[in-house]
C-alpha cells in the first residue's frame, strides 16, 4: 500500500508542475511562432483575415484599372532633353520613350527651376525606382520628368547613385502642365502618368488621380504608395506610419 501511495503522489506531483497547454485556436493555416499566446493568434487570424480581403480588393481594383479604355490622343509629341552616358545633351520625343514596348509610365518629379532642392518624398520614391528599373523595364518603358535643365537632374543623380533610371527635362515643354504634374500657378506635383501606343497612335491611359481626390482624415492622399516602399514598409510595423517623420534627402 505505502509503494502505491508513493507512486500516486509522484503521479499528481507530475500533473501539478506540467505547463497548461495553451488552448487552440482554429486557423487558416498551421503556422505558429515560438511562444505565442491563444491571444496574439486570436488577433492575428483576424487580421489575416483582413489581409486576405485586402489582398482581393488590391486586384479588383488592378483589374478595373486594367479594364480602362485607352484615353485621349497625346496633343502634342513632347520634345524632352536627356544627357546621354557621354553627357552629351540630346532632344527626344515622347512617342520615342516608348522603344520597344507599348506601355509607357512616366513620373513627374518635383524639381522645378525655381526649387532650390528637390521634393525629398518625390527623391525617396526614386530611389527606389533607380532599383527596380532593370526590372520594370523589361515590360515596359519609364521615365522620369522634371522642369527643370537637364544638368540640374543630371546633379540630382550623381548625387544619389541614379544609374539605371532614364531622367529627362521637362522645361522646355507644356507637359507637366498638362499631365497634371504642375499647377497653374507652376507648382509641381508628383503625378504618375501612364500612356499606351495603338494603331500608331499614343493615349493616355492613366493617371494617379487619388492625389486630387477627397482625403480620409489624417491620411496623405496615397495616390502612389504602391509603388512606394518606404510607407508599406513602415505599415508592417507597431507604430505605423506614424504623423511626423517624412523622409529627408539626407539624415547626416
Known amino acids: ?30 503556422v505558429r511562432f515560438p ?14 483575415k483582413a489581409e486576405i480581403d485586402l489582398r482581393k480588393g488590391i486586384e479588383q481594383v488592378a483589374a478595373l484599372r486594367r479594364k480602362l479604355p485607352a484615353g485621349g490622343t497625346v496633343p502634342v ?9 557621354d553627357g552629351a545633351v540630346r532632344r527626344v520625343q515622347l512617342s520615342e520613350l516608348f522603344g520597344d514596348k507599348d506601355t509607357l509610365c512616366i513620373y513627374s518629379y518635383m524639381y522645378s527651376s525655381a526649387m532650390e532642392k528637390p521634393c525629398p518624398s518625390c527623391t525617396s520614391i526614386l530611389d527606389a525606382l533607380n532599383g527596380s528599373t532593370n526590372h520594370i523595364t523589361q515590360r515596359v ?10 544638368a540640374r537632374i543630371q546633379d540630382v543623380a550623381r548625387a ?15 507637359y507637366n502642365h498638362d499631365y497634371h504634374g504642375e499647377t497653374d500657378k507652376g ?19 492613366y ?15 496615397r495616390h502612389v504608395d504602391m509603388i512606394w516602399p518606404l510607407w508599406n514598409m513602415f505599415d ?14 539626407s539624415y547626416s
Open 35 to 48: 511562444n505565442e499566446s491563444g491571444a496574439y493568434r486570436t488577433a492575428r487570424n483576424g487580421l489575416l
Open 141 to 150: 518603358s519609364l521615365v522620369a520628368v522634371a522642369k527643370s535643365p537637364i
Open 160 to 174: 544619389r547613385g541614379w544609374t539605371h533610371l532614364r531622367l529627362l527635362s521637362s522645361a522646355a515643354n507644356t
Open 187 to 205: 507648382s509641381q506635383m508628383p503625378a504618375l502618368n501612364v500612356f499606351v501606343r495603338r494603331n500608331g497612335k499614343v493615349h493616355h491611359f
Open 236 to 249: 508592417f510595423t507597431p507604430d505605423g506610419r506614424g504623423t511626423t517623420w517624412n523622409p529627408k534627402l
Open 77 to 85: 509629341d513632347y520634345v524632352f532633353e536627356e544627357a546621354g552616358s
Open 1 to 30: 500500500m505505502a509503494k502505491a501511495r508513493r507512486k500516486t503522489s509522484t503521479k499528481s506531483r507530475r500533473a501539478r508542475t506540467k505547463a497548461p497547454r495553451p488552448k487552440a485556436v482554429k486557423g487558416l493555416h498551421s
Open 207 to 221: 493617371c494617379s488621380e487619388l492625389l486630387f481626390a477627397p482625403k480620409e482624415k489624417g491620411q496623405s492622399p
